[in-house]
């Protein structure tokens, strides 16, 4: 069974401009997380989607922002990105939603804004 | 609140010896697991081990065994006989019931001394 994929695996960006990220989760799994790693924050919940619906969301600003199709795949946007958005995002798939299942990671997209 | 704690920034180990990572959590959910991954350079996440908080019997995996102590709310990974492929950061993570969001400790990075 393929792992979950994500693409594009880097992008280089500038301030102000946008990005959308993609997430394709393990065949079955309805549930996709969004995460952003930093050295200076580590792990960072960004937010969760089941069902095509968004059920949980950490904390950050507006510009981040989720959705997640009929095939459970899932896209992230950031609009007006700014230097501190660079890192890495990862996204994650489950079986469920709740915490009890195993959340798989894909690879990650770097993203680097300058 | 939930917190997951790492208080080792960095390990090393002897190639073939055993080394032990702590981690520390709090929650105020009965029913919770929790999770060790690793993160090599090429920075996958990759799924060591997994417990069940309702289970007393440790989790193994092959080389990978845990120690929970549920009262003190300690979650320590033990690596037996260390190969050089074990040299990645490890991150200790908390899933809950409620949503799908795993908190995540600061990591420890591990060395694999030959």
């Known amino acids: 069974k393929a792992g979950v994929t994500q693409t594009p695996r880097y992008l280089i960006k500038t301030r102000g401009q946008q990005v959308t990220l993609s997430c394709s989760p393990i065949?079955?799994?309805?549930?996709v997380s969004w995460y952003q790693q930093t050295p200076g924050q580590g792990l960072q919940f960004l937010f969760e989607y089941f069902s095509e619906t968004q059920r949980n969301k950490g904390n950050f600003p507006g510009r981040f922002s989720g959705r997640q199709f009929s095939n459970s795949r899932s896209e992230m946007n950031v609009s007006t990105l700014e230097l501190g958005d660079s890192a890495l995002y990862l996204c994650a798939s489950s079986l469920d939603r709740r915490g009890q299942e195993t959340q798989y990671f894909g690879p990650g997209t770097r993203l680097l804004v300058l | 609140a939930q917190t997951v704690t790492q208080s080792q920034p960095e390990m090393s180990v002897q190639e073939a010896e055993t080394v032990t990572l702590s981690c520390t959590y709090d929650?105020?959910?009965?029913?919770?697991?929790l999770f060790w991954y690793k993160q090599p350079p090429s920075r996958q996440m990759i799924l060591v081990i997994r417990q069940e908080a309702y289970k007393q019997q440790n989790a193994t995996e092959n080389r990978f065994s845990v120690n929970f102590q549920k009262a003190a709310k300690s979650f320590s990974l033990k690596i037996s006989d260390s190969q050089l492929g074990d040299a990645a950061m490890y991150f200790c993570?908390?899933?809950?019931?409620?949503?799908?969001?795993?908190?995540f400790g600061t990591g420890t990075s591990l060395t694999v001394i030959p």
């Open positions: 993570a908390l899933g809950g019931d409620t949503g799908n969001q795993f908190y």
């Open positions: 065949s079955g799994h309805r549930s």
């Open positions: 929650t105020s959910e009965s029913d919770y697991y």
